[in-house]
């Protein structure tokens, strides 16, 4: 939690976010992904200063669990002080100790953002996914919050001026906003009209720029005409010399019999790696996502 200290802007996270998306539909399927198409809505995590503490925090709790869709967890909520924004005890269940720092008592705006990554901890536990390692970890997580629709508040309570600054969450505003954006991009939802960060808002619109540019590569016919252009050099190269290694870029040259290509790039729904024969029009259907791709190889 980034409490009036500086807050990390940019995609430095850029390739373990996308590593997220793809663990998320290799681990729950697209089928499962796909339950989730409606986020949660403002209303249904609203905290009034006039609601009782506890009881309000119950009530964020339980719709949240009800979103995720977690039978039988219940989550035991309590303050403290402490360094982080929060903290959960992942145990076998069914119920859950979640810790919130003190912060939240008068800060309740942002009790519904610090409870849904924490709940998604409790998620991919019981769905054991994981990453290695604390900091890839939390990323998947808060990539896995934002990707299944609760997100949004996590990058709405990022507020940022010449006095104060705060953000929740290990990705950076930015980053947020491209995962909220793919999320966007596949189910056709809107996230910007539930912000109430100004700042959040102009992050999300980075991030969608961010997110449309991945549907603009090569080999894909959305590229543009300087990406094609590089994108034929790079294939004549590839044709001339078949053993050298392509540079490093969105796609990768290899051959596939002789005097013939194949292309690999990455989906820019998901992210796993597909590969096609280069012969011209192509068109791709993703195995993992379902995504179907107009490809000129």
Not at 161 to 175: F, M, R, V
Request: some cysteine.
């Amino acid at each position: 939690m980034a409490n009036g200290g500086p807050v990390e802007h940019g995609y430095p996270h850029l390739e373990t976010v996308r590593a997220a998306v793809t663990a998320l539909y290799r681990r729950l399927s697209y089928d499962t992904i796909h339950q989730f198409t409606s986020s949660v809505v403002p209303a249904d995590v609203a905290f009034c200063d006039t609601d009782d503490l506890h009881l309000g925090v119950q009530r964020v709790a339980r719709e949240l669990v009800r979103h995720f869709r977690l039978p039988q967890a219940r989550m035991i909520v309590a303050f403290r002080a402490m360094e982080h924004a929060a903290n959960v005890e992942l145990t076998a269940g069914p119920e859950y100790f979640v810790e919130l720092n003190d912060r939240f008592r008068t800060h309740r705006r942002d009790i519904g953002a610090a409870l849904a990554h924490e709940i998604m901890h409790v998620y991919l536990h019981r769905v054991g996914l994981s990453f290695p390692g604390t900091r890839d970890n939390e990323i998947l997580t808060d990539t896995a919050t934002t990707y299944l629709g609760a997100g949004w508040l996590l990058l709405d309570a990022y507020r940022e001026d010449a006095a104060s600054s705060q953000k929740l969450g290990y990705l950076t505003p930015e980053e947020f906003g491209y995962v909220l954006a793919k999320r966007s991009l596949v189910f056709g939802e809107d996230p910007s009209v539930w912000f109430t960060s100004a700042q959040a808002y102009t992050a999300y619109g980075r991030g969608l720029e961010r997110a449309r540019h991945d549907e603009r590569q090569p080999p894909l016919t959305a590229a543009g005409w300087a990406g094609r252009r590089r994108y034929a050099r790079d294939r004549r190269q590839a044709q001339d010399h078949p053993s050298v290694a392509a540079p490093d870029g969105p796609y990768s040259f290899a051959p596939d019999s002789p005097g013939a290509l194949r292309v690999t790039f990455a989906c820019p729904t998901c992210h796993q790696r597909i590969r096609v024969p280069v012969r011209g029009r192509v068109r791709a259907r993703c195995a993992l996502c379902r995504t179907v791709l107009e490809c000129d190889t």
